[in-house]
């Protein structure tokens, strides 16, 4: 076979004409793209400002309610703790479609072509993870701008590099969250099935993290569950680099934590991507 003649398919393009495609079915929709917007704003507004904890406070002589929500929260606001949750809670919720993605390619036929093609299982499988966690970068950091408008109140030394550091967190709690739901679902042929374990799955793991209260405060059982838990690690981190000050060691243990998890999830992901991935 002559060298004109010879395919050598490149995994960077067929990652990138995947991811692309999955994009297009997001941005290229005007209203699930509106939608995508405008939920951070409802739960911001909604939530953030309805959830004034700062007022269940007695005011009593001599109790400074800042102090106490200081000695409590961290942070002397609840609406800027609460927002920094906002961040791992859209996380969560948008990494839970992908394996659902798996399961509709599946039924209308479109996995079956991509199978035909020399594209790698692991890629296929990539492609959904990144898809996943492009859109939850996007919207972390419009809820960033948001909390912003809305009056987060920003750590002592918080620096606008620190940006950088939320970005990198989320990309790995992404990766690690969008393996997991496709690892749950690649064998699929129902829709049923990852809603129903979107169903059971979403808001435990929400709630049995310090994405809206912290970890220290809840029941023994609970706290014991919250510590393996990687939202609690990634909200942690986001506010060590946003609103709290900056616990250097704690941030590289959360870091340390994401990462670790992300990997573990990722390989396994690919490793069933090539066992059970099937037309």
Known sequence: MS???EY????????WAL??????????????FLLSIIQPIIWMGL???????????????????????QQTLGTSDYFSFMAVGMIAFTALFTTMFSGMSVVWDRRLGFLNKVLSTPVSRAVIIFSKVLSATLRSMFQAGLIIVLAIAFGLQFGGNFNPLNI????????????????????????????????AVMNLINLPMMFASNAFFPTKFMPDWLQT?????PLTYTTDAVRQL??????????ALDFTYVGIFSVIVATIGIVLSWRFLSK
């Not at 050598?8 to 990652?15: A, D, F, K, Q």
């Not at 939530?47 to 929500?69: C, Q, R, S, Y």
């Not at 990198?168 to 129902?190: E, Q």
Request: net charge positive.
């Open 225 to 229: 569950i919250a510590q393996y838990n």
């Open 242 to 251: 946003l609103i709290f000050n900056t616990d250097y060691t704690q941030l």
């Open 8 to 15: 050598c398919p490149s995994r960077l393009h067929g990652i």
């Open 19 to 32: 991811t692309n495609r999955e994009l297009k079915k997001w941005y290229k929709a005007p209203v699930i």
């Open 3 to 5: 060298k004109s003649n």
């Open 164 to 195: 950088l550091g939320v970005f990198a967190i989320m990309f790995l709690v992404c990766v690690g969250l969008s393996s997991l739901f496709i690892a749950i679902t690649i064998r699929s042929t129902r829709m049923e099935t990852p809603m």
């Open 47 to 69: 939530l953030g400002k309805a959830m004034n904890i700062g007022a269940l406070i007695p005011k009593v002589p001599g109790i400074d309610p800042g102090t106490v929500m």
